[in-house]
């Protein structure tokens, strides 16, 4: 029954925003560390940034600055807000969730992704 539902994605021109999220739904959302991860054509799936149960965050060092993750626990959603876009960001991007207490592959989620495409 877990799910996780990204949306947000989109095409957007270089130097553009967007706002990605992930609803989660059918665990415990608190006790998770929450990740967005990307995968461009061609390429293998790479940590964008994490967001850890315990409230610490963690970047991909091309993102910092650039990127930033946050969570809502009420709402059972982390966001990915993205600025300056590049067209090197282009990719799907996944949300995944990590228990903190049940070792993976057990308690480790991905979504389905979201498509970004950052292009003029």
């Known amino acids: 029954q877990v799910q996780l539902v990204e949306s947000g994605g989109g095409l957007v021109q270089p130097g553009g925003s967007l706002r990605l999220s992930c609803a989660a739904s059918?665990?415990?959302?608190?006790?998770?560390?929450m990740g967005w991860y990307r995968q461009a054509p061609g390429k293998q799936r790479e940590l964008v940034a994490t967001f850890t149960s315990g409230g610490n965050t963690n970047y991909a060092d091309s993102v910092k600055g650039r990127f930033t993750i946050s969570r809502d626990n009420a709402k059972n959603t982390v966001y990915l807000q993205m600025n300056s876009l590049k067209p090197e960001h282009t990719a799907v991007y996944l949300c995944?969730?990590?228990?903190?207490?049940?070792?993976?592959?057990?308690?480790?989620?991905w979504g389905q992704g979201t498509h970004v495409t950052v292009s003029s």
């Open positions: 059918g665990i415990i959302f608190s006790d998770y560390t």
């Open positions: 995944n969730a990590n228990s903190r207490y049940v070792l993976s592959p057990n308690g480790y989620y």
